[in-house]
């Protein structure tokens, strides 16, 4: 059984199981995963078949993008199954229209990088990409709660209320993962904080440190150029790399 299809926010449940019907029994059921989203923590599934261990998988699907998850049953002396599949959209951020999701990846284990129900906010890299977009990376790392659920954030601009300048992003993050919002080129050095939903679901909280977000752009290295060259190989050809 599979989700219904649509657009799902922070993360999709998925439980795959194996058809009850006597005739499956000893057979072996099949996942595949494609996608063109970040994956989030299920690499065993990701484009090539997996076998299901026990005839059934509980998880949940991360990611930002497209994704589809086929599933399909073999048995030996037996044809194979039809294969039923879903689609689904996930997406992580709302309210801002130049907020774009860049990835999903899983949260370091470690208890010093448990963030509780608060969750935690970072400038990406320290500085401004390259192109002068601002990355943020909410956290959402709560040790003692399930992994399979999610919560929603926002981002906030602090520094000014003027409505033209300020703005809320709203963060849906899954449960011991980082997700990467780029902000794009944001005007002028804005002040970002984070602020995570009251447990009764009536406000949001701010919290952790405002975090300055400064004007400079974090430079890229040179590209490496290719050039004819005369050291001798074993194959009788050569060529040498140079620095711009």
Not at 39 to 45: A, H, K, M, R, T
Not at 102 to 124: H, I, Y
Not at 167 to 188: E, K, M, Q, W
Request: glycine fraction near 10%.
């Amino acid at each position: 059984m599979l989700p219904a299809a649509g657009t799902y926010l922070g993360l999709v449940p998925l439980l795959v199981s194996q058809s009850t019907d006597p005739a499956a029994a000893g057979a072996t059921t099949f996942v595949t995963i494609t996608t063109a989203a970040t994956d989030g923590g299920l690499s065993p599934l990701v484009n090539s078949p997996y076998a299901l261990p026990g005839g059934s998988l509980s998880t949940a699907l991360t990611g930002c993008g497209n994704v589809t998850v086929s599933a399909w049953t073999t048995k030996a002396g037996s044809n194979p199954s039809f294969t039923v599949a879903q689609s689904y959209i996930l997406r992580v951020t709302a309210g801002f229209a130049n907020a774009t999701c860049v990835t999903v990846t899983d949260a370091p284990t470690d208890t010093a990088s448990g963030t509780g129900s608060f969750g935690q906010l970072n400038l990406f890299g320290g500085a401004r990409t390259p192109e002068c977009t601002v990355l943020m990376r909410v956290r959402y790392n709560d040790l003692a709660a399930a992994g399979n659920i999610s919560a929603l954030f926002q981002i906030r601009r602090v520094d000014s209320s003027d409505p033209a300048i300020a703005f809320v992003v709203n963060v849906t993050a899954a449960n011991r993962h980082d997700s990467l919002i780029d902000l794009g080129n944001l005007p002028g050095a804005p002040t970002l904080q984070l602020a995570y939903l009251s447990s009764d679901g009536g406000r949001f909280i701010t919290t952790g440190t405002p975090i300055y977000v400064p004007t400079t752009c974090l430079p890229r290295v040179s590209t490496p150029v290719f050039s004819p060259g005369s050291t001798s190989t074993t194959d009788g050809s050569s060529i040498d790399v140079t620095a711009n």
